[in-house]
Each structure stands twice: as structure tokens, then as C-alpha cells.
């Protein structure tokens, strides 16, 4: 009797349990809120949009590196005016006042023709003095190497300043596109923190329901947390960005956002061959030295000069209040001077050396700084093929992760899937989506390394 009718208890306890309705599953927002702390807000724009273009040409007027560069060039300018000054006549006008403590005896004409014919008197306390000079250099050999260095250094200085400037503005332009970058990763994580905190809830309502253990909703408010964590962490290295290009734009405020540019880096294309000849063409830094090259060939001109002679015309006009022997006050007089320099110590000779010495290091710099643009131009290239290809790969990885996590979130409402592969899958969501911005970041700033390597670069 009690083997017939076991089974049909048994038909009659899982009868009720099979029409039992299904748990509805409902967020419970306060039971999560109450142990996580609130979720970080976004910033607030802090003023008006700056654009690249903006950002640039502040850089340009506002640089205080760039205005002290510019002040150099003015300086190589005021160099020439000294180089052309040893050729130019000189016009100097002295005077002099004297007050002696006892009047000078001179001899003077005995006006009535008597004898003594000469006659002593006392002449004046006061003594005025006045001279004008003039000084004509003939020929002085050594300024012409001179006018011609001072005229080529100015090349040189303007030469720098572009080079200088264009290493400003790539820095500028690298520093803009990355705060974009970062402006956007700040995005992505907030957007992350909101789905991971939804989730979260979710995740609570369900331990409440009995339908999943506690170590699972530990785990989502981890990942709460953890995301909160990255979304604060993103929001200050896109201020820090924005405090790094204010300074670059010698502002002492960021209240300005960043935006992303209407058009990529432009990217420079060609064999490498083509585009080092480009380089060592247009590159500032190569005129630089072929300049510095025959600065340093003109000493050679300018030691053998210091063998040669020189020569000068002087004219003086002089007063003395006090009448000479003939009874003049004002006297002139020109000179025409040579000089020839016989020894001087081996100073001559030494410069010889020193100029041949300084060629040779001329040459060797200018050697190295093609080596330099070689390399530059050739790991640009690399480095951008690479960066290239591994934003492609980023970009197809975070498709993947995309789908995966969505597949698990949904393996995890139907009970399939744990919270550890939730936590798993919003992670590696996050990776993928900061990889595949810092991937294109990185294809953005090899472009901008190529176009200065190649001297593309806009100045």
C-alpha cells in the first residue's frame, strides 16, 4: 500500500511546483546603492571648444620659446651691421678742458721791435682742447669673410627657429590628439561604469531572489567599483592632457575642451628612397649644416688673410687755444698707414689648423645628421605600417569583444553564464575598446612623425 501510493504523493507535491508562476526579477536599486558610494559624473565642459587649428596658431604667436628664437635672429641681424662696420670710415670728436695750478710762460715778439726781440709772458690758466679724427680702412682683407659668415649665421638662426617651431607644433598637434583620445576613453568608461553598475542591480535582485549565490553579487559590485575607478582615472588624464597643452599654448587657464579634428594627420606616402631625398631636401636642420659647412670653409679664407696687410688713410683736425710757435690754433694733418703683421706669436698658424679642424667637424655633423633623418624617416615608415595593421587588429578584436559580451550577459539572465565570466567578458570589452582608441592614437601620431621626418610638417 505505501509503494502505491508514494508515487502519487510524489505526482501531487510536483504538480503545485510545476504551476507555480516564474519569479519576476525586479532592480532593487537602493539594497546596491546603500553599500557603493555614487557614480562619478562626467566633467563639465570647462569653456568653449578649441580647435587644432586654434591650438597651432596660438602656438606660433604666443610661444615664448618661439619669441626667443625669434630675438636671436634679430641679434644674427644686428651681427651683420658689426661685420660691415670694419670696412666703414670712422669720425671721432674729442675735447678737453684743462685748468692748470700755474699759468705756462711763452715767449712772445717784442712789438716794438726792440731788443730783446723775444719777450717771456705768462699765458692762460685755461686750457681747450678739440680734435677731429677721421679713419679710412683701405683694405682689410679679413672683413669680407667676416660679412659673409655674419650673413650666412643669419640663415642659420632663421633656420633654427623653423626648426624649432616645427617640433613646437608636432608637440602641440601630438598633445591635441591625444587629449582627444583620452576625451573619448573617458566616454567609454563612463559608458562601461553605467552598464557594469545596471548590471550590478541586476545581479543584487537576483541574489535576493535566491537565484544566485552572494560571492556573485560581491563580484558585480567589484566591478562596479572597478569601473568607477577607471571612468576617474580617464576623466584626469584627459585634464592632465589638456593642462599640458595649455602650457604649450602659454595659457594659464583650461577652459577650453578638445575636439576631434575634421581630417586625419596627413599621411605621406612614397618609397623610402623618394621620401628621404625629400627629406635631406627640405629638412631646416640639413641647410642648417651645409650652412655651418661653409661658415667653417671660410675660416680657412680668414686665417690666410691674417698674413696679408692692412691698410688705412687717418685725417685729423685739432684746436689748442694755446697759439704754437707760428701763432696757429688749429692744425691738421694725414696719415696713410700699412701694416704688415711679421710675427704674432704662431697665432696665424694655429688658426690654420684650428679652421681645417673645424671643417672636418662640419663635414662629420652634417655625415650624422643624415644618418639621423635616414633613421628618423625609415622607423616612421615602420611605425606607421605597424600602427596600421594593429588598429586593424584592435578593431576587429573589438568587435569580437562586443559580441561576446553581449552573448554572456545574455547566457547570465537565461542562469548559463557566472559572474565571473560577466566580469571577464566587461572587462576585456573595456580593454578592447581603450586598445583599439590607443591604436588609433598611435596611427595618428606616426603620421605626424613622418610628415616631420620627412619635412612635411606644416610650419
Known sequence: MRLILFPACALLLAAPQAQRPTTVI?????????????????????????????????????????????????????????????VKPILNLTASYTRNQDAPIRFVENPNGANPPVLLEEGSRNSVQGALALQVPLFNGRAFPAIATANQLVDVARLTEAEQRIELLLQVAATYYSGVQLRELFRVAFRQARTTRDHAIEAEARYEAGQIQRSAAVRARIDVLRADEESRRAVYAYLSTKSQLAQLLDRRDTAFELEAPRDPPPEVRGAFTEVLDRALRDRPEMAAARANEEIAARLTTDAVLQFFPTLSANGAYRYNNVEDFSGRTLTWAVTIALTLPLYDGGLRYVALKDAGSRQREARLRTRSQVTRIEDEVRRGQLDLESARALREEADHALVYARENEELVRAQFEAGTATQVEVSDAEAALFQSEATALEQRLAVQLAALRVARAVGAFQR
Not at 546603500?34 to 587644432?52: F, I, K, N, Q, V
Not at 606660433?60 to 628664437?69: E, N, Q, T, V
Open 26 to 86: 525586479e532592480p532593487r536599486a537602493q539594497a546596491l546603492v546603500a553599500d557603493l558610494p555614487p557614480p562619478p559624473m562626467p566633467p563639465s565642459p570647462e569653456g568653449p571648444p578649441l580647435s587644432l587649428a586654434e591650438a597651432l596658431a596660438r602656438a606660433r604667436a604666443a610661444s615664448p620659446d618661439l619669441a626667443i628664437l625669434r630675438e636671436r635672429v634679430v641679434q644674427a641681424s644686428l651681427d651683420v651691421g658689426r661685420a660691415w662696420a670694419q
